[in-house]
C-alpha cells in the first residue's frame, strides 16, 4: 500500500494538489477563460520554481502551451499571447484567439500523484473553432521531486490547418526569478554543461534546467525534458526566464483534416545540486 494519499483542493479555478498523508504539496492546475496552465509547482521542501506572470509578458503562465500563429481556412489566429496588454498598442495582442474548456475536467488521483484531462477547443478572435486539443497534466511524487508532466494532443477537427514555423510556441515555463542567471542562477545541460542560456539555446540536449542556492535552504531548481512520443523540437531559453521546447522553431506543422499531432514535456521541480544521474532517473521514471 502506497504511503501517499493525493486529493484535490479547488479554489478560484485553480486546482491544487496536496499529498494527504505527508502534508506536502504539490502543485496546481488553473483554467482561465483564455486557456489552462500550471501554476505553482514546488520542490519537495514547498519552494516554487515557476512564474506566473510577469509584467514584460503577463502570458508566459507558468508552464503552458502557446502557438501563433495557427493557419486554418484562410484566417490566422494567435493562442500565444493572452490579454492584458503589455503596453499601449501591444503588438502582439493580434487576432488573439482563446483555448476554450469544452468539457468536465476529469480527476483522477492515482497511487503517485493527480492526473487532470481537459478537453479545448482552440477558438479565433471571432469565437470561431481553429481545432481540438486534448490537454492532460499528471503530477507526481519523484525521487527528490515533484515531476508535473504535461502533454498537448491537437486535432485538425474543422479542416486542416497549419501551425506555422515560429519562435511562438509549443510548450514549457517561464522560470521563477531567483532562479536566473541575473541573479546567480546557473542554466544547466547535459554532459556537465553549465552557464548561461547563450550555451545550450538550440543546442541538443536531453533537458535543461535553472539552478541557484537559496539562503538557509541550499540549491534548488527546475528541469524540463521532451516527453517520449512528442514530436521533436529544439529549446528555446532565454536567460530572463523563458525556457521553451519548441516543435516548430524551424518548419510548418501541417495537419490535414482529422489528423493529429502530440507534443508532451516534462518538468521537475527539485531539492540539492542536479547532476546528469539524477537527471536521467527523472527522465526514465
Known sequence: MSEHQFTVVENKQNHYVMDVATQRWLGGFAVSHYRPWVFPLYTPSGITVLQESPPDHPFHSGFFVGQSPVLA??????????????????????????????????????????????????????????????????????????????????????????????????????VEPRLLPDFGGVVIGDAGRRGRSDDLHEQPSAYVAYENELTGHGAYGVLMTPLAGSAPGVWFIRDYGMAMYDATRHDDVVLDAGGSWTVGL????????????????WIAQ
Open 266 to 281: 516534462r518538468v521537475a521541480a527539485y531539492d540539492r545540486p542536479l547532476t546528469d544521474e539524477r537527471a536521467r532517473h
Open 73 to 174: 481556412g484562410g484566417r490566422s489566429a494567435n493562442f500565444w499571447a493572452t490579454p492584458p496588454d503589455r503596453v499601449a498598442d501591444d503588438p502582439l495582442q493580434k487576432a488573439v484567439g482563446r483555448m476554450s474548456a469544452e468539457g468536465p475536467l476529469v480527476v483522477e488521483p492515482h497511487e503517485h500523484g493527480v492526473r487532470f484531462e481537459l478537453p479545448l477547443v482552440w477558438r479565433d478572435e471571432d469565437e470561431r473553432p481553429v481545432l481540438d486539443e486534448l490537454r492532460r497534466v499528471d503530477f507526481h511524487v519523484g525521487d527528490g521531486a515533484t515531476l508535473c508532466d504535461m502533454t498537448s494532443v491537437k486535432t485538425a477537427a474543422y479542416g486542416p490547418v497549419t501551425l506555422a514555423a515560429t519562435k511562438f510556441g509549443s510548450i514549457g515555463m517561464r
